[in-house]
Nanobody
Framework: QVQLVEFGGGLVQAGGSLRLSCAAS????????IAWYRQAPGKQREGVAR??????????IYADSVKGRFTVSRNNVDNIVYLEMNNVKPEDTGLYYC??????WGKGTQVTVSS
């Protein structure tokens, strides 16, 4: 059974940094495509960043809105995928989810950026 647990969210001031973690069990972050999504109040869920499996080159891709500020990476030993968020903006506020293989979702972690 695949389980994803996100943590690391919180309240941060604009311009600050935050690191989110997605701990996986029942699947390997090394061999699966892992994506981060977010959903702001009243808006649709949107993709933020994705890291492809090692067999697919481990490529990372980002939404234009976060390119240059966010970095997705994985720790194969601990089976965790990180989302490093730098120079955050109020529009980054939302519930952040991780997704494995387009099938499995965590329950999310809240990020709130104050101006």
């Amino acid at each position: 059974q695949v389980q994803l647990v996100e943590f690391g969210g919180g309240l941060v001031q604009a311009g600050g940094s935050l690191r989110l973690s997605c701990a996986a069990s029942g699947t390997s972050v090394r061999y699966d495509d892992i994506a981060w999504y977010r959903q702001a109040p009243g808006k649709q869920r949107e993709g933020v960043a994705r890291i492809f499996s090692e067999s697919r080159g481990g490529t990372t891709i980002y939404a234009d809105s976060v390119k240059g500020r966010f970095t997705v990476s994985r720790n194969n030993v601990d089976n965790i995928v990180y989302l490093e968020m730098n120079n955050v903006k109020p529009e980054d506020t939302g519930l952040y989810y991780c997704n494995a293989g387009e099938h499995y979702w965590g329950k999310g972690t809240q990020v709130t950026v104050s101006s």
